[in-house]
């Protein structure tokens, strides 16, 4: 079955600084994978997703995360941390057998100090 | 869009009681559904609706826990017989096959405290 983990429940930067939300997919088939970000007292909204093709994926606010079949991994980055980025953020897989429901992680919280 | 929307933001009870929530998806998204999310926790799935027909239930959903979708619009979940364990963020969601189905829309929750 599909999973995922992301590493770090609080992650810490500075404005300015560079992002990097770690999330780690186990998957036997080629998955889809999914950031999703909570901002305080907000449902949470997808930033970006990952299906077929470009390993790269840009998403709405700066971010970005890259495909990496070798690592099993799906990194959330952004090269400048702005305070508006702080939020909780969510990294998901699509399980691909029976109902193709989203899987989350656990979150990672991102502070940012100014 | 005028966004998902959950009611009530939260809710207090008694062990033993019975709850109900409601949510509105946007309008013209025919998939719904339901999560649960508990601290330090991501969203859990629990049930999913395509347009009034239940499609899919988690073994995370009890027989206290029943869900519907009349005709397809707003859904209801309701838990009977409240336990401290159902204590928890239960978040909508809502989606459309133009934005591709996994492109989900999730409203702000009900946060429910069982005491």
């Known amino acids: 079955a599909q999973s995922v983990t992301q590493l770090g429940s609080h992650v810490s930067v500075s404005e300015g600084a560079l992002v990097l939300l770690r999330c780690n997919y186990s998957?036997?088939?080629?998955?889809?994978l999914f950031w999703y970000v909570q901002y305080p007292n907000q449902g949470l909204q997808l930033l970006l997703k990952y299906t077929t093709g470009a390993t790269l994926v840009k998403g709405i606010n700066g971010f970005e995360a890259e495909f990496k079949k070798s690592e099993t991994s799906f990194h959330l980055t952004k090269p400048s941390a702005h305070m508006s980025d702080a939020a909780e953020y969510f990294c998901?897989?699509?399980?691909?057998?029976?109902?193709?429901?989203?899987?989350f992680g656990t979150g990672t919280r991102l502070l940012v100090s100014p | 869009d005028t966004g998902v929307s959950q009611d009530p933001r939260h809710k207090i009870t008694k062990r033993g009681q019975n709850v109900t929530f409601r949510c509105d998806p946007i309008s013209e998204h025919n998939r719904l559904y339901w999560y649960r999310q508990t601290l330090g926790q991501g969203p859990e799935f629990l049930t999913y609706f395509q347009n009034e027909a239940q499609l899919e239930k988690s073994r995370l959903l009890s027989d206290r826990f029943s869900a519907e979708r009349p005709k397809g619009s707003f859904s209801t979940l309701e838990i009977q017989r409240t336990e401290q364990g159902d204590s928890a963020m239960y978040l909508c969601?809502?989606?459309?096959?133009?934005?591709?189905?996994?492109?989900?829309?999730f409203g702000s929750g009900t946060q429910l405290s069982v005491l």
């Open positions: 998901a897989v699509r399980m691909n057998t029976g109902f193709q429901k989203l899987v």
């Open positions: 998957s036997s088939v080629p998955p889809y």
């Open positions: 969601a809502s989606s459309r096959a133009r934005d591709g189905y996994e492109k989900l829309f």
